[in-house]
């Protein structure tokens, strides 16, 4: 996997647990 996608893949999933969090306190 090349780092360009590592990077997009990482910022994918801090995105999904914030809108996980956000969800969860609400």
Same mark, same amino acid.
């Given at each position: 996997m090349s780092r360009s996608? +590592?990077?997009r893949q990482g910022? $994918? +999933?801090e995105s $999904?647990? +914030?809108n996980i969090d /956000? /969800?969860?306190l609400t």
């Open positions: 996608q +590592l990077i910022a $994918f +999933l $999904f647990n +914030l /956000r /969800r969860c």
